[in-house]
């Protein structure tokens, strides 16, 4: 038996090195399930009589659900903070680019006289 230590093992009594003394495995299944049941509640949303009710609560989900992809699954929660602040600057990018073309395309002038 060798007393040396493969690659992602620790000295008994020892905790990792890195700093993630509490670093502790998430539910992926529980996580999965949560996202699951999410998604069937959106799609039973799209039957309600309410159009911006529904359009207000789909979103709120959707978000909900980004938020846990992101957090668990992507392991964004226990990373430093400068790298959420990355992500969060590329998201805003991505809101102010979205939001600077919609009105382009929403509102764009349309040929007058062309057969409709």
Known sequence: MSSEL????H????APAGGHDDYQEPNYVLIWGILVSALLISLMLGYMLLPVVTVVLIFTIAIVKAYLVIAYFMHLRYEPLYIVLIMAAG???LYFLFFGLVPDI????TKLG???
Do not use: I, K, M, S
């Open 91 to 93: 998201l805003a990018c």
């Open 11 to 14: 000295a008994e009594g020892q």
């Open 114 to 116: 062309a057969a409709e």
């Open 6 to 9: 493969q690659h992602g093992e």
């Open 106 to 109: 929403v509102f764009a002038p």
